[in-house]
């Protein structure tokens, strides 16, 4: 990570095949890495897009703990908020719902 290098966080929900994913991988694999430092999480990080991401050289990591609608949610979000403050993160760009509802009030 380097002042030059502003960190940058993006988020979906899995890497399995369909719109949103797609447009999320195409993203992370496009994004001039010389101009930003990436990393990319999902509430889920696993699917078939993963193996595009990885011949990228890029490792998505999962920031999801289950259900939504379980206590469990809390946990999450602060962990997800504990990487962020840790790794400097500036932006958080989510791409669908669910990881709108992880990553809004983590990087609040």
Known sequence: ??????????????????????????VACGLDRTRWDLDVACIRAEGPLRTKLE????????????????????????????????RKIRIVHSFDFYSNVLGVPAAR
């Open 1 to 26: 990570m380097s002042a030059a290098r502003p960190p940058v966080l993006l988020m979906g929900d899995t890497l399995n095949f369909g719109g949103t994913e797609g447009q999320f991988v195409e």
């Open 55 to 86: 011949t990228a050289g890029v490792q998505a990591w999962s920031c999801g703990r289950g259900s939504f609608k379980s206590p469990r949610l809390l946990g999450a979000i602060r962990a997800l908020s504990s990487r962020l403050r840790a």
